[in-house]
């Protein structure tokens, strides 16, 4: 087997362990600031999303940062240091006696982890160019079923064992996934760019522009899909919470449900995605695009938890193959060595549409209801959508056959 692909499986093994840990506590957040002493329904809102900003604030800071290290000195290391400080952020919300104690750990969290941002990096700078749109399914898979194993896990453990033990079970697990990157993935040292010698080897390179055109019109797409994505999550768990009126329960639900979208979104990276490979990626993701809008204004009219379950896990299955095509696109118009900046700064942008989804969620949950928030989804995906169509369009007055397989 060829090396790319055993570094490939071997992180989706390791990431799908990284982010099980994280899913086993972070889900409940909510829940776990009323244990905190949080009960008044404005401040439980209120933290709920300052916890979820405070990480994205950090990590747009630090992303490109990141990336350029990772160029410089080697993407398995960023993979370790991220996954090494997620062991110990994670543990130490274990610990915490206050809300404020969570706030400062979910400012570390975004400053010091990414491991899914690191990983996709090293595949995106290691997998041959007709490939990609498949490499990235698969790590983006990871990400999802990680996201399904955990939230289950963690609700039961939550119910049965308490929130703190979930997050201490949670830094066990990132120590496991750490040792496997340790000791599986082989960075080859080709790979590795030490900055200014290759550059002065080769003055073409050093004048290749990273941020063109495309590249930076997708890298917009791709901040309006991490808005889609996230504007809801945080406030799942209070969403389901209201409908059940109470709190008995509902970690476990929300871990069922956070399980059904995990489960859509990794069947969909491990198969939609791989289309890119074959047909045109523009078209594929505006289709996708479409769809996702038909469900998601059938989501705002759900009448049960049953059926809002089903219709949730159907958006994020169409939704869930957009993300690997994008960076493919971006990857393949990117010089390999410059893949891990290129990653960090669209790792930027994906952080400040994580920052602006759970302000604007916090505005319209404390002035409106919860459920409110959905009806933003179609909004969002229409904008998305109208921005695919003139890229399609510029592209096609100019002849550019980049997009295609």
Same mark, same amino acid.
């Given at each position: 087997?060829?090396?790319?692909k055993?570094n490939?499986?071997?992180l989706?093994?390791?990431q799908?362990?990284?982010?099980t840990?994280f899913?086993l506590?972070l ?6 600031i ?5 009960v008044e329904p ?12 405070a990480?994205?604030?950090t990590?747009?800071?630090?992303a490109?940062v ?5 160029d410089?000195?080697g ?9 090494f400080?997620a062991?110990?952020v ?8 206050n809300?404020?104690q ?5 400012g570390c ?5 990414g491991?899914?941002?690191?990983a996709?990096a090293?595949?995106a ?7 990609l749109?498949?490499a990235?399914?698969?790590i983006?898979s ?8 955990g939230p289950v ?5 939550a ?12 830094s066990i697990v990132?120590?496991?996934g750490f040792l496997?990157?340790l000791?599986f993935?082989v ?7 030490k900055?200014?010698?290759k550059?002065d080897?080769?003055?073409e390179?050093s004048?290749y ?6 590249v ?5 797409v791709?901040f309006?899909?991490?808005v889609?994505r996230?504007i !809801?999550s945080p406030? &799942?768990? +209070?969403y389901?919470? /209201?409908? @059940?009126?109470?709190t008995?329960?509902a970690?476990? #639900? ?6 059904i979208?995990?489960?859509a979104?990794a069947?969909?990276g491990?198969?939609?995605?791989r ?5 045109d990626?523009l ?9 996702? !809008?038909?469900?998601s &204004?059938? +989501?705002?009219k759900a /009448?049960s @938890?049953?059926m809002?379950?089903?219709?949730y896990g #159907?958006?994020?299955f169409f939704?869930?193959?957009v993300e690997?095509?994008i960076t493919s ?5 990117t010089?390999p ?11 930027l ?8 989804s759970p302000?604007?969620?916090a ?13 933003l989804?179609?909004?969002l995906?229409t904008?998305?959508?109208l ?7 510029r592209?096609?007055k100019?002849?550019n056959s980049?997009?295609?397989?």
């Open positions: 087997m060829q090396r790319w055993k490939l499986y071997a989706w093994i390791t799908i362990i990284s982010l840990s899913g506590g889900p409940f957040l909510p829940f776990y009323q244990k905190l002493g949080v404005e401040q439980i809102k209120f933290f709920t999303g300052i916890l979820s900003t990480p994205a604030v990590m747009a800071i630090m490109p990141w990336g350029k290290l990772a410089k000195y993407r398995k290391l960023m993979i370790l240091r991220a996954m400080f062991i110990l994670i543990a130490g919300m274990g610990f915490v006696t809300v404020w969570l706030v400062i750990l979910r969290q975004g400053l010091f982890t491991t899914i941002t690191a996709t090293f595949v700078a290691t997998t041959p160019k007709e490939r749109s498949y990235l399914g698969v983006s990871s990400t999802f079923i990680g996201y399904t194993i896990l963690g609700g039961y453990f119910d049965n064992f308490g929130f703190r033990f979930s997050f201490f079970l949670g990132m120590l496991i496997l990157v000791f993935v960075e080859e040292k080709e790979v590795v760019v900055g200014s010698e550059q080897s080769n003055k390179k004048n522009k990273l941020f063109t055109p495309l930076v019109s997708l890298i917009v791709l309006f899909h991490r889609t996230t !809801f406030y &799942l768990p +209070l389901i919470q /209201g409908v @059940l009126n109470t008995e329960g970690s476990k #639900l929300t871990g069922y449900i956070n399980g979208i995990g489960i979104s069947v969909s491990l198969t939609i995605s289309l890119g490979d074959k047909y990626k078209k594929i993701v505006t289709i996708l695009l479409g769809i996702a !809008f038909v469900v &204004l059938s +989501l705002t /009448g @938890l049953y809002f379950a089903l219709l #159907l958006l994020f939704i869930g193959g690997p095509i696109i971006t990857a393949e118009n010089r060595e410059r893949r891990g900046e290129l990653f960090g700064y669209q790792g942008v994906g952080s400040i549409g994580w920052i602006c302000m604007v969620g505005y319209i949950s404390m002035n409106y209801k919860v459920s409110s928030i959905l009806y989804i179609p909004a995906l904008i998305n959508y921005l695919l169509i003139s890229i399609r369009k592209l096609n100019k002849g980049l997009i295609s397989k």
